[in-house]
């Protein structure tokens, strides 16, 4: 990649678009940038940056399942599992098998699910799992006494992290919704496989989250003030590679995050959502970036497993395709990946959608990483699915039904609580 000169920083950076060429930010590109930079680049500064992580990209169950049950069946101390969804289908009895041997043998295992994302599965499954010494519990349980908003606040995080020393994190839920076709529903997915200081930071969202689920009051203030020792003496973990990683829970914070570094590119913007909903700051500044010249294109659904959202999504297709974004449908199934990467070196892998809920409701996580190696490895595996989409044109989409486009504004109204 790049050198980058000293020059005076901005006095402030903002993450939203503003009018005119991309703004220069005191950036010159030659051949060895060290990635700590491109993390300052293209990363707001209040994110903090752990170095020295090695990272994996794991494309769909077919990668990423025999990966993470290697990872439990090798687990010597502790296993920690976190998703939102936990079915009790072909996958869901072969990790409930890989967790139970795991409990047996001694190992402490940890496993949360949402209540309401798994609330097909069968609850004898769980109970034969706590039998077998793994203290498996769901978030939230449904409840109409609590409100509403008990309802929505929902934990789509999708974590496992296993001794400390390695960790996944990305879209992909234990269910055969991700088996490879013929044995399951072939879901396009993406996950992360990491090692190194940021693994301790993955773990440290799980338990933050199992706290303020399961303990109240005195015990959770006991345990905040040992957690607290705990990590003064603790150190993270070794460095492993050269990835500079960014692990962000806030909701708010990972949408930051994508519109910093859109703001910021220079070349090329790719996007897989697999619910795009977006809110006007996300429009404005895709729109600015392909104005400005940069490459900006959306992998997106053409056949969603939410079909109102499918009809929300196309709601923004025409202003985008003004403006010189290009659109991808997925016609392989279901496309359920959250990934994105700029300039072909920052990048993101997570939970997160570009979506209502996500943005207002959900427990998400999502790691975001600064590296042209990994970049380059999601960036050619974005081109690669293009290639067997179908892409939008501005003309064609124009003429689509009367019907279609008064049913598009209707969703779009409801757009806020879909």
């Known amino acids: 990649m790049a050198r980058i000169e000293d020059r005076p920083a901005p006095a402030e950076e903002r993450a939203e678009p503003s009018s005119g060429p991309v703004p220069d930010h005191g950036v010159v590109w030659s051949p060895s940038v060290p990635n700590r930079l491109l993390a300052r680049y293209y990363l707001p500064r ?73 609330w097909t599965s069968r609850r004898g499954f769980f109970e034969a799992l706590r039998q077998r010494g793994v203290d498996i519990r769901p978030f939230k349980p449904f409840s109409l006494n609590r409100g509403l908003r008990h309802l929505l606040q929902r934990d789509h995080r999708k974590i496992l992290v296993v001794d400390g020393e ?24 993406d996950v992360l496989r990491i090692e190194g200081p940021a693994v301790h930071e993955l773990e440290r969202r799980f338990l933050a989250t199992w706290r303020m689920a399961f303990q109240q009051g005195v015990d959770r203030m006991r345990l905040r003030l040992q957690r607290r020792l705990r990590l003064r003496l603790r150190r993270p973990g070794p460095p492993r590679g050269g990835v500079c990683l960014s692990v962000l829970s806030s909701r708010r914070s990972i949408h930051r995050a994508y519109l910093h570094a859109i703001a910021r590119a220079r070349r090329s913007v790719l996007i897989a959502a697999a619910y795009f909903v977006p809110d006007r700051r996300m429009v404005a500044v895709l729109r600015e970036a392909a104005q400005r010249g ?27 395709l003004e403006a010189g974004v290009r659109i991808f449908e997925w016609q392989r ?17 997570g939970s997160f959608n570009l979506e209502r809920l ?24 974005f081109r690669n699915d293009c290639g067997s989409c179908r892409e939008v044109n501005l003309t064609e989409f124009r003429r ?19």
């Not at 390695?166 to 997915?189: E, K, M």
């Not at 409701?361 to 050619?380: C, K």
């Open 358 to 381: 996500s943005l207002a409701f959900n427990h998400e996580v999502n790691a975001v990483f600064a590296d042209p190696r990994l970049g380059r490895s999601v960036e050619e595996s």
């Open 294 to 320: 940069v490459e900006v294109h959306l992998l997106l659904n053409g056949r969603s497993d939410h079909p109102f959202l499918e009809h929300a999504t196309r709601a923004f297709y025409e202003r985008l």
């Open 333 to 349: 199934g279901v496309l359920h990946a959250k990934t994105a990467v700029v300039d072909g070196v920052w990048g993101t892998i």
């Open 166 to 189: 390695v960790a996944f994190v990305g879209g992909v839920n234990i269910s055969a919704h991700w088996a490879p076709v013929g044995q399951g529903g072939g879901w396009r997915d």
């Open 46 to 118: 209040s994110h903090s940056v752990l170095q020295g992580n090695a990272c994996r990209l794991l494309r769909d169950g077919v990668e990423a399942y025999p990966a993470m049950l290697e990872a439990i069946r090798g687990a010597r101390r502790y296993v920690r599992l976190e998703t939102y969804m936990f079915i009790t289908d072909s996958v869901g009895e072969l990790f409930g098998q890989a967790l139970a041997e795991a409990a047996e043998r001694g190992v402490h295992v940890k496993v949360l699910y949402d209540a309401v994302g798994s």
């Open 400 to 418: 689509r039904p009367l019907w279609q486009k008064l049913l598009e504004r209707v969703v779009y109204f409801f757009r806020k609580i879909l």
